[in-house]
């Protein structure tokens, strides 16, 4: 996933994004993600704004009964590429690159966004059931028999 500078027109052009990034965000959590979408370049003198919404997905681990599914999340994407390369300016929530030409390399960058932007809770799907807390079985696959805990009386009766 690259941006070219020096092929970049001036003003406002759009690039398209398509490339498998490493997450790194440990067990549980997709091992890698796709990423792909078109972003908003705005190459303005002394840098280029990227921006919009890419769409990732990848193979994640389901938090309930722990099954592979394939997750998808939208991934927001707001950056900027500095050609001035002795600066030392922030902006915020905006990622800086800094380099003056030739191809930029945005896979760290988004990267970062996709793994800023990965949901919360992932679940296989809204109804998972899950495992059974007593013996494990995925009671996707129907009733274990396992009897259920009864309620404690004491709490019956509270919002
Ligand atoms: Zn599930
Ligand atoms: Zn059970």
Sequence with gaps: MYLDLDRTPAGRSELDVTGTVALGLGEGYAPEATISGELTLQNLESRVLASGTLAASGMAECARCLSAFALSWEVPVDLMVLRDTHSEE??????????????????????????????????????????????????????????????????????
Excluded at 110 to 135: F, I, K, N, W
């Design 90 to 159: 922030t902006e915020g929530e905006t990622l800086l690159i800094l380099q003056r030409d030739g191809e930029v390399d945005l896979s760290e960058s988004l990267r970062e966004c996709a793994a800023l932007a990965y949901p919360q809770t992932t679940v296989c799907r809204e109804d998972c059931r899950g495992l059974c807390a007593s013996c494990g079985a995925d009671l996707n696959d129907g009733p274990c028999g396992c009897v259920e805990e009864p309620v404690d009386p004491r709490w019956e009766g509270l919002p």
